[in-house]
């Protein structure tokens, strides 16, 4: 499969899932697995969904604007950068935000199977830019 139909497959199933059901990302992740967001960093899939879950916003929606990709090592992973803004319900003006997501091989099983990727990096940034 072509990395970036699985790039784009993967930011899509992402985001549709933060903006919906946040829990549900949890197994994106394994224990080895970090998450940096807005320097704050947390290790674990426990504990990257709690801190997922515990964000000051419940409902957002995010607005992609670029996803770009490139292989990333030997055994087929590759790295994910999606740019765009997100939208939080009650405020009038969209944050600007950027990602870049390391993902683990397995990712050329993405969908519709239960996930064969795993996010292994993950830094996040969000702001006025």
Known sequence: MDPDAVAKAFVEHYYRTFDSNRAGLANLYQDGSMLTFEGAKTQGAQAIAAK???LPFQQC???????????????????????GSLQLAGEQHPLKFSQDIPILDGAYMLLPEPPHVWLTKHVSQVGVF
Do not use: E, K, R, W
């Not at 929606?61 to 740019?83: E, K, L, R």
């Open 52 to 54: 997922l879950a515990s």
């Open 61 to 83: 929606m995010h607005n992609i604007s670029t996803v770009d990709c490139q292989p990333s090592g030997p055994a087929g992973g590759m790295v994910v950068f999606v740019s």
